[in-house]
T-cell receptor, first 115, second 114 residues
Framework: EAGVAQSPRYKIIEKRQSVAFWCNPI?????LYWYQQILGQGPKLLIQ????????DSQLPKDRFSAERLKGVDSTLKIQPAKLEDSAVYLC?????????????FGPGTRLTVL | TQLLEQSPQFLSIQEGENLTVYCNSS?????LQWYRQEPGEGPVLLVT?????EVKKLKRLTFQFGDARKDSSLHITAAQPGDTGLYLC??????????????FGQGTILTVHP
């Protein structure tokens, strides 16, 4: 079974530029998550989709971050404009359903460096 | 906002030693998960504990969920270099409309020296 795919793996941009990340979850997984993991910290949930609807985006900085999940499959996360403090690894995860009893499968992440 | 405090943040030990990592919160969780993350990869689930007082064993790893479902521990017996990595605990919201949102601890970086 193929895992969660993410691209690109690495991205270096200058502050105030825009950047987009792509995620392809495990086939059949209804729930998709985007996390931000700053060096030395645990992942922080940015947004959670159930199929193509948003169920939690309470920690998403909506003035600069946006995310969509078209047709309930692939998802993109965009940052516009980027700030220095956005430097982090952005992890995408998927699970069969929502809820703490469901295993979340994580992709390898995209490491973003903002200069 | 629910918080999970992990301790210690860093652990450097010799092969064959035992160790315990703690995960504490003032909040009640419906379940608690432990993940292991290696450099350049995403976290991988080790175990999910659901019932207060539950103990689960995975080879040399023993996981315990506190009676009040607010804390958990991970004990590794006879650590090996292959156990090296970042260990994360994550609690799932107990609220009915939270869709089981996970709150992660800050992680424990374990290094096992040969």
């Amino acid at each position: 079974e193929a895992g969660v795919a993410q691209s690109p793996r690495y991205k270096i941009i200058e502050k105030r530029q825009s950047v987009a990340f792509w995620c392809n979850p495990i086939s059949g997984h209804a729930t998709l998550y985007w996390y931000q993991q700053i060096l030395g910290q645990g992942p922080k949930l940015l947004i959670q989709f159930q199929n193509n609807g948003v169920v939690d985006d309470s920690q998403l900085p909506k003035d600069r971050f946006s995310a969509e999940r078209l047709k309930g499959v692939d998802s993109t996360l965009k940052i516009q404009p980027a700030k220095l403090e956005d430097s982090a690894v952005y992890l995408c995860a998927s699970s069969q359903g929502a809820g703490g009893y469901n295993e979340q499968f994580f992709g390898p992440g995209t490491r973003l460096t903002v200069l | 906002t629910q918080l999970l405090e992990q301790s210690p943040q860093f652990l450097s030990i010799q092969e064959g030693e035992n160790l315990t990592v703690y995960c504490n919160s003032s909040s009640v969780f419906s379940s608690l998960q432990w993940y292991r993350q290696e450099p350049g990869e995403g976290p991988v689930l080790l175990v999910t504990v659901v019932t207060g007082g539950e103990v689960k064993k995975l080879k040399r790893l023993t996981f315990q969920f506190g009676d009040a479902r607010k804390d958990s521990s991970l004990h590794i017996t006879a650590a090996q270099p292959g156990d090296t990595g970042l260990y994360l605990c994550a609690g799932a919201d107990a609220g009915g409309t939270s869709y089981g949102k996970l709150t992660f601890g800050q992680g424990t970086i374990l290094t096992v020296h040969p």
